[in-house]
């Protein structure tokens, strides 16, 4: 696209959470995010004065009722007196945030950028807010299953993909947020067969197979090179990092494995040097708030090849022992604060990096990406992080 | 290596009380649509594309998607949105075109203020646990600040006045200008007032309304305009939300970014200042050291037209036309955002040394 890249290395060096649940009653907006914006910024060794200039995101204001909340939440983040971007880009927008915090350092802009971004769906009505009540426009009238869902079964008549396979995603996700103490849903007595037979929601979609509605939040210290070289804890690198747009519905749309997403790949790939995905990334935490988008985005990502990301999740590839582990958090099907979630993606693919995965660590894990996606599968943003400086 | 950064293109609707048969994204096309042809780029020939905008205006969630359909995103563009004035659009794409990552960037935005009372409306931006509650509107809100500017003897309500009929008489000039021409001073102190000590003259007009900028990197704006205006500084800063932590009297955010943007580093040839109150331009010009040898405002400003979510951007392309068009060579622009000024944006735009 460009000639001249004028980017300077960005590193993660400090990464906060909320424990993730259905309803925070004890704290407000502003205190959700706080909470995890003190535990990055603990996580880091840095307190707010080293704080150049602040990036929130959340999914539409109409969730919790708040128009521009970076108005409000401007005290309760340490940000008077600084830049404050606010970031909105559907169920993306997590990973938009971070990456446009990440510019920010890149461009060198800021030398020190804090990121939150944070859904608090008790204080919302996501049906609501989910719904489009314009003429001549798709009706969502079921939520996001039921816009989703249609297309899950485009992918098993594709794919000739049985119809077992969403349950085993389902099941491996809920299973590892077991080892992640920040996830929403911890079901100690889940079992395969009790996912298989949990009520359809909307066919081929099941309940165990959806994500919950979460209040929770997430940030990220981002800084430079300087920055880094202080940190008390290795940083993760971020080695490439993209987004890409396509319209919401049009002739010709593949919803079932989307060019932007494609294209959203292959941009993080050349930038970071990729070239077999497969073998390459060591873990991956993508955006699957219904279990079936597991299988594919993994083709979508160039995990596997059209038709084939079923058999991956089938094999165990992506179970947390196996050669792919993908969501070892537990991923957005056990935790769901919407605006958050793509945020959460790209700060667990850093913690996995930075060897900081606790329980769900995987071995050895040197480079990861962080997926997002939002609006019709219309919206993507990735990154890939690695444990060492990139090179360029 | 720092990369110089222009405005290349800029586009805007005729702002109109209201456009009951536009959608949204019939509002925005046409200025997309002018802007790339000022500057012969297609959509995917586009680095980057960045927006502005507040589903609150249109009462419902991500109407943003639907304005993206208007860009025509195929194939797949790069592409990201701020819930916010398309002046912080700009500035995420002046940051991502500082990366290299891009030569050229689209930035749009608009706003619909018909479909509701936007004074209601942007109650929804307070505080929701203390403030909204109590639905204090936008005007009410710019009362109390312009009575604390009265109170403190740096105006009084004809002055006041006289900013309105400056601003207003200078819109007669703007085409794209909602309210053109004004009476004098005296018959506009004879109206009722709308929340004292603010009358209507005082408070901007309804608007509904789009813009749309093209930024461009070093040779590619040399390419894609003879005269760039060149953005030599950009900063923007926020400030505390509850009013009653702050000076409304003083506007410290719009000073800071002010300094951090280079303002004060060279005399200016003119400023356009996102002020939606008269009061307001008072407490910027005040922050911005600009006495009357600055002209201020010369489009009209959000006095004359006030499409929110795109008046602060149409600021920055309003100084930009300056320059483009040789009537200036340094301009300042401003936006602002929440309630009293509580977010503000600064950037110096400069044509070539003459």
């Given at each position: 696209m460009s000639a001249q890249r004028n980017r300077r290395p960005v590193a993660v060096v400090g990464i906060g959470q909320t424990k993730h649940v259905a309803a925070r009653h004890d704290v407000s907006i502003a205190g959700l995010l706080r909470e995890a914006a003190v535990r990055a910024l603990a996580d880091a060794e840095l307190s707010w004065a080293d704080i150049d200039a602040v990036v929130i995101g959340k999914a539409p204001d109409f969730f919790e009722g708040v128009m521009m909340p970076e108005l409000y939440l401007a005290d309760a983040l340490g940000a008077v007196g600084k830049p404050m971007l606010r970031v909105h880009t559907a169920g993306s927008v997590g990973g938009s945030t971070a990456l446009v915090a990440a510019n920010l350092v890149a461009a060198g802009v800021h030398g020190t950028v804090l990121t939150v971004a944070f859904e608090k769906q008790s204080e919302s009505n996501a049906m609501w807010g989910l719904s489009l009540p314009v003429p001549f426009q798709q009706p969502l009238t079921a939520g996001a299953g039921g816009f989703f869902a249609p297309h899950v079964r485009a992918y098993m008549r594709r794919t000739g993909a049985p119809d077992t396979v969403g349950s085993l995603v389902a099941f491996k996700d809920r299973h590892n947020a077991l080892k992640n103490p920040y996830a929403h849903l911890h079901e100690h007595d889940l079992t395969l067969e009790k996912v298989q037979t949990s009520p359809m929601l909307w066919d081929p979609i099941r309940y165990s197979e959806t994500c919950p509605s979460s209040d929770g939040a997430c940030a990220l210290v981002l800084t430079g090179e300087r920055g880094a070289a202080r940190a008390p804890r290795r940083p993760a690198w971020v080695h490439g990092g993209a987004m890409r747009s396509e319209p919401t519905i049009f002739a010709g749309k593949d919803y079932v494995s989307p060019q932007a997403g494609r294209d959203c790949a292959a941009d993080v790939y050349r930038q970071a040097g990729i070239t077999d995905p497969r073998r390459q990334i060591d873990v991956a935490e993508i955006y699957v708030p219904f279990s079936w988008y597991e299988p594919m985005w993994l083709e979508n990502l160039g995990f596997a090849e059209e038709g084939e990301g079923w058999k991956l999740v089938e094999a165990g590839v992506t179970e947390i022992d196996g050669d792919l582990p993908v969501n070892p958090s537990g991923g957005v099907l056990s935790s769901n604060p919407i605006g958050a979630s793509g945020m959460i993606r790209f700060a667990e693919a850093a913690m996995q990096v930075r060897g900081q995965a606790g329980e769900h660590q995987i071995d050895g894990a040197r480079r990861a990406l962080g997926h997002a996606y939002g609006g019709g599968a219309q919206f993507f943003s990735m990154w890939l992080v690695g444990d060492e400086k990139p090179e360029h | 290596m720092t990369r110089d950064i222009a405005v290349v293109a800029f586009a805007q609707t005729s702002h109109t009380r209201r456009t009951d048969q536009l959608s949204e994204v019939e509002l925005v096309m046409p200025v997309i649509h002018d802007v790339l042809k000022q500057t012969g780029l297609a959509a995917n020939r586009i680095g980057f594309t960045c927006s502005g905008s507040s589903d609150y205006l249109a009462g419902r969630a991500f109407s943003f998607t639907m304005a993206l359909d208007g860009v025509g995103a195929w194939p797949p563009i790069s592409e990201s949105h701020v819930e916010m004035d398309g002046a912080w659009a700009l500035y995420e794409a002046w940051v991502k075109l500082r990366t290299g990552e891009a030569d050229t960037a689209l930035v749009y935005s608009y706003g619909k203020s018909s479909p509701g009372s936007v004074r209601d409306v942007l109650t929804?931006?307070?505080?929701?646990?203390?403030?909204?509650?109590?639905?204090?509107d936008s005007v009410a809100l710019a009362a109390l600040q312009a009575r604390a500017l009265i109170d403190s003897g740096l105006t009084d309500e004809a002055a006041l006045a006289e900013t309105a009929v400056r601003s207003r008489r200078d819109a007669a000039g703007n085409p794209h200008a909602q309210l053109r021409g004004s009476a004098d001073a005296a018959e506009l102190l004879r109206g009722p007032y709308e929340v004292e000590p603010l009358r209507r003259h005082d408070c901007p007009p309804i608007s509904d309304g789009a813009a749309a900028v093209v930024l461009a990197a070093g040779d590619a704006a040399r390419a894609l305009h003879a005269n760039p205006a060149w953005i030599r500084g950009i900063d923007h800063r926020i400030e505390a939300h509850q009013p009653g932590v702050r000076d409304l009297t003083e506007s410290p955010s719009t000073r800071t970014a002010a300094v951090a943007a280079g303002a004060f580093d060279a005399p200016l040839d003119a400023a356009e200042l996102h002020a939606p109150f008269t009061s307001q331009e008072i407490v910027l010009r005040r922050a911005l050291d600009l006495n009357d040898a600055v002209p201020v405002n010369l489009s009209g400003g959000a006095l004359a037209a006030n499409p929110v979510m795109a008046a602060g951007l149409i600021r920055i392309g309003e100084a930009a036309a300056l320059i483009h068009d040789g009537r200036a060579r340094r301009v300042l622009a401003h936006a602002t955002s929440g309630p009293c000024l509580q977010q503000n944006l600064v950037a110096v735009l400069e044509g070539e040394a003459r």
């Open positions: - | 929804r931006q307070l505080d929701p646990y203390t403030l909204a509650p109590l639905w204090p």
